[in-house]
């Protein structure tokens, strides 16, 4: 007999919706996750580009103190693929855990940034 496995999800809110007025030229902003009740969590995060520029960059650091404090090395980084007045998204998938994110506009134009809902998986259940 064939087992059915059944994942169990929950959702975290966005808690970075799209700024209208974006960010400037070589500057980061921070978001915090936390999801240690879960398994893994997955997080995708979007940039609305003004103009054409230099790809945005996104840096995961982990806390290991509940988040009092976080790696001053990042455990992972990636890029978000430039293109001219678009919006772009990408995902990362992460263990439980309290981390960092860094979302540098690496670029000489604005750019608008955004951590839309997670989703957590926190439990398999087999039938």
């Known amino acids: 007999m064939a087992t059915i496995s059944t994942p169990v999800l929950a959702y975290v809110a966005t808690i970075l919706a799209l700024a209208s007025g974006g960010v400037a030229q070589s500057t ?3 978001a915090t996750v936390n999801f240690n009740t879960a398994w893994e969590g997955q997080i995708p995060i979007q940039i609305r580009y003004s103009n054409v520029s230099a790809d945005a960059v996104i840096f995961v650091y982990p806390s290991n103190d509940g988040g009092v404090t976080f790696d001053t090395d990042p455990m992972t980084s990636f890029s978000i693929p430039r293109a001219q ?3 772009r ?3 990362v998938r992460l263990p439980t855990g309290q981390y960092q994110l860094a979302l540098l506009n690496s670029g000489p134009d604005s750019a608008s940034f955004a951590v839309l809902t997670q989703q957590l998986l926190s439990a398999v259940v087999n039938v």
């Open 28 to 30: 980061t902003i921070l």
């Open 85 to 87: 007045g678009t919006t």
């Open 89 to 91: 998204q990408v995902s």
